[in-house]
């Protein structure tokens, strides 16, 4: 059962509760600062093994014909991402566009798409065709789109997978993290387990992964594992807090270039794009991602801890697998929604002074109320937090490039849910 927290007055001092989380925290908090190691090694041999050098920070201007920065940092990002191939552009305006791209590249009229992992993440609907009209959705070029519900458990229903994939199916597309819902993010190995069997059902279906939030988190990549394609965003994880903008695809060869010609034009391809002399920031910023993860990550076990201590409910739990560095809580009620978000904006680096209210998103079906005063406009590598404003009222924290600053937010928002009117 929910417990209520602390008013003002009763002794309670939101510094003691965060700092003696952190002390609970202290070896899963080591064990994600042990793994950076492995992590950051995979990136510096695959700068080594591409011959990285300054003369790969500028690059060509106009069509972007031949760029060797391009094209290395191409070839370095496919390494890590243990894939065949990649495309990283900062053409790529979010992960969704990535993943539009792949969509519309991949799939033809006719072609049936399949969603593994129930409902996709809010910016997909209107792109599927779910809601909105008129703007060029899947269904309005012929593309039909099914989804596999998840099981009560918020886990894919691998016992209906034989037959939702009874038809003919193009591409089944599988979301790694948990979006705005309220289940289990995706582990690597669970992903390769339900590529096998797609492959075994229907050799010929693409296995696409919506990776966002997920890189670097674990040891294996979904395209190390079976995945032909995944996509993903570069102010998320890969972009180490310091990306301007841009996304990713990767995998095999040929799908890539497929979206490659989406986002740009059936025979240009990867070959076209000026990366506007902002390659130095694309190649350091996946130099720091790992250590930027991990910091994540000790960040969105600190918030469940303490959220955890006072009875909310929280997922993943403090110590669980995890495959994304999203952390929700479930606060059960828009103003203490509403207090968090605005505790996390008053402890932001930029724009402190600002007000989150809910309003409405692009791409969103629910208004949004969201704390990002972040130097990047918009990314989530750093800290930032959200929910929408319907029930059950998730938070929804992510990102964070040192703990130290998620511990100082919690301090500020404990403080304002004390300061709440307690239900009786």
């Not at 566009?97 to 792949?102: L, N, Y």
């Not at 705005?180 to 992903?191: C, D, G, K, Q, T």
Request: net charge negative.
């Amino acid at each position: 059962m929910e417990q209520v927290l602390p008013g003002p007055g009763e002794g309670f001092d939101p510094a003691e509760t965060v700092v003696a989380a952190l002390e609970r925290l202290a070896p899963v908090a080591a064990r994600r600062t042990a793994a950076v190691r492995p992590r950051l090694a995979r990136v510096l041999e695959a700068f080594a093994a591409e011959r990285l050098g300054v003369h790969h920070f500028a690059s060509v201007s106009g069509y972007g014909h031949g760029d060797l920065g391009r094209e290395v940092l191409d070839r370095v990002f496919a390494r890590v991402l243990q894939a065949e191939a990649a495309a990283v552009r900062l053409q790529f305006v979010s992960g969704t566009h990535a993943i539009t791209a792949a969509l519309f590249g991949v799939l033809r009229p006719g072609d049936r798409l399949l969603a593994l992992t129930g409902r996709p993440y809010d910016t997909l609907e209107e792109v599927i065709g779910l809601r909105g009209q008129g703007q060029g959705s899947l269904a309005e070029f012929g593309i039909t789109y099914d989804e596999l519900a998840l099981t009560e458990a918020g886990e894919v229903d691998e016992a209906a997978l034989e037959d939702a994939l009874a038809p003919q199916t193009r591409m089944v597309l599988i979301q790694r993290s948990c979006g705005y819902s309220w289940r289990p993010s995706l582990p690597v190995a669970s992903i390769g387990r339900l590529c096998e069997r797609v492959k075994a059902l229907q050799p010929d279906c693409v296995c696409f992964v919506d990776n966002c939030y997920g890189e670097l988190v674990q040891e294996q990549e979904p395209t190390a594992v079976g995945a032909d394609l995944i996509a993903g965003s570069l102010i998320k994880n890969l972009g180490g807090t310091i990306a301007p903008t841009g996304g990713y695809v990767a995998g095999c060869r040929e799908l890539v270039e497929m979206a490659c010609c989406r986002l740009t034009a059936p025979g240009i391809g990867s070959e076209g794009g000026t990366g506007f002399d902002q390659y130095r920031l694309l190649f350091q910023g996946l130099f720091l991602a790992p250590q930027m993860v991990a910091e994540a990550l000790i960040g969105a076990e600190l918030v469940a801890e303490v959220f955890a201590s006072f009875g909310f409910p929280v997922n993943p739990a403090p110590g669980a697998e995890r495959s994304d560095v999203i952390q929700a809580v479930r606060l059960g009620d828009p103003d203490r929604l509403i207090a968090v978000c605005r505790a996390f904006q008053q402890v932001s680096p930029v724009g402190a002074y600002l007000d989150p209210v809910p309003a409405p998103m692009p791409g969103y079906a629910s208004d949004l109320v969201m704390a990002g005063g972040t130097f990047i406009d918009g990314s989530t590598s750093e800290f930032s937090a959200d929910g929408p404003l319907r029930e059950p009222y998730v938070l929804y924290a992510q990102g964070g490039t040192h703990h130290g600053h998620v511990a100082l937010a919690l301090e500020r928002a404990l403080a304002a849910l004390a300061s709440l009117p307690q239900a009786d």
